[in-house]
């Protein structure tokens, strides 16, 4: 049987590389329908609603979902957008990318960041006697996607009620006691056990399953007590239950940062809270190429959406032809075609992308190293089209 995939564009050039990642997954075999989900900025300003209820219902029918880019703006921006007859109606914009993830409890986020040979983005340092070292980096992150920072727990002259709850903590009361409430703004980050457990089990299933020697808890439990502590200690417990054979590191974020450049090579499997992961995702992300290598999967028990984690990209979504790399949505197919059962086909894809980056004749102008600009096609870089045409050439 066929499966049907909800396909949301949304944004700028979101629209451009899903379309040309679909044309990858025919060329591959992989045989769908597609229906079309509304979502993203063109919804919030007709709608009031960039996730409009009827796009959640074909994700809740299908259960599987590639998604584009989204564009999103701060609260004030975003309200003198609405259309006339919708401003100062109380709508207030909010990711649905974000949304998505809570409505669904997409609670397990993956991202892979993998060196292809021949990349001229990849990372470089010097050795020891000066020499130019290339180090592979093969690192998955995973990021809990539905709790902590993003969790949208947060006030703006909080409530009494609210205020009231932190005075009764006595670092609160006696640093911001003295604050007006209409001067506070709050937010909140909350782990639980159940989701924290979750996203641990997961780490270690995939390292397990894909021979990583390691898994690294990026956080900071010497400062964040409790809810980078309770991760730390949960994954100090799951590891000697089950897993006594997989390497438990800790590091902190900022150290973490620091240590990318040093010795990337090393790290295998890390797990990280919203926030962190968030971030250490994009700074490995940055040594394999920056975000148009960047993929993304989120999963939940019953439903699962694949993208990139570049954004829209405004900027570039008119320029014909467009110029961006398409190669971060292709490898979200790739994740999902994972998902499916479909690995054959995901390989077939990661190899044909492998052949073209290390052949090196087809280059977007990212790996040209270019400014962004619709004269880098005169300058020799290749479309997004012609990336695309490339891939599924060394697929046939």
């Not at 996607?145 to 703006?156: A, F, I």
């Not at 054979?245 to 990337?264: F, H, S, Y």
């Not at 971060?328 to 044909?352: F, P, S, V």
């Amino acid at each position: 049987m066929k499966r049907t995939i909800v396909k949301m564009p949304g944004d700028g050039i979101g629209k451009v590389v899903l379309e040309e990642t679909i044309r990858v997954l025919d060329a591959a075999g992989f045989e769908a329908d597609y229906v079309e989900g509304d979502i993203g900025w063109e919804f919030w300003r007709k709608e009031g609603n960039p996730l409009p209820e009827r796009t959640i219902e074909l994700i809740k029918k299908h259960k599987i979902g590639l998604f584009g880019a989204i564009t999103s703006k701060p609260k004030e921006e975003a309200a003198k957008e609405l259309a006339p007859e919708l401003q100062g109606k109380g709508y207030i914009y909010s990711s649905p990318i974000v949304g998505l993830r809570q409505i669904f409890d997409l609670d397990i986020s993956i991202r892979p960041c993998h060196t292809y040979e021949g990349n001229p983005l990849n990372f470089i340092r010097r050795g020891t006697n000066g020499e130019i070292e290339e180090p592979k980096v093969d690192v998955v992150i995973f990021r809990q996607n539905t709790e902590g920072l993003y969790s949208g727990v947060e006030w703006s002259n909080p409530p009494e009620e609210v205020h009231k709850a932190f005075m009764s903590h006595p670092k609160f009361a006696k640093k911001f006691g003295i604050v007006p409430k209409e001067e506070l703004a709050i937010s909140s980050r909350i782990f639980t056990k159940k989701a924290t457990e979750r996203i641990l089990r997961a780490a270690f299933e995939h390292a397990k399953e894909y021979g990583y020697k390691s898994v690294t808890v990026c956080e900071k439990p010497n400062v964040i007590r409790e809810t980078s502590g309770m991760m730390y200690q949960m994954a100090k417990e799951i590891k000697a239950k089950d897993y006594p054979e997989i390497e438990l590191w800790n590091t902190n974020i900022d150290a973490q940062m620091m240590w990318l450049t040093k010795n990337p090579e090393n790290y295998g499997v890390i797990v990280a809270g919203n926030l962190f992961g968030d971030i250490v995702s994009d700074g490995f992300a940055g040594l394999v190429g920056g975000l148009g290598f960047a993929a993304s999967a989120n999963i939940g028990d019953d439903v699962a959406i694949f993208e990139p984690t570049h954004g829209s990209a405004p900027k570039y979504a008119e320029f014909d032809p467009p110029i961006v790399n398409p190669i971060a949505m292709i490898e979200a197919a790739c994740m999902m075609l994972d998902h499916i059962g479909e690995n054959k086909k995901a390989e077939k894809i990661r190899k044909a992308i492998a052949d073209v980056i290390k052949e090196g004749k087809v280059r977007t102008y990212d790996l040209l190293k270019m400014k962004g600009a619709q004269d880098v096609i005169k300058k020799g870089a290749a479309t997004t089209t012609q990336m695309a045409d490339a891939i599924i050439q060394k697929l046939k």
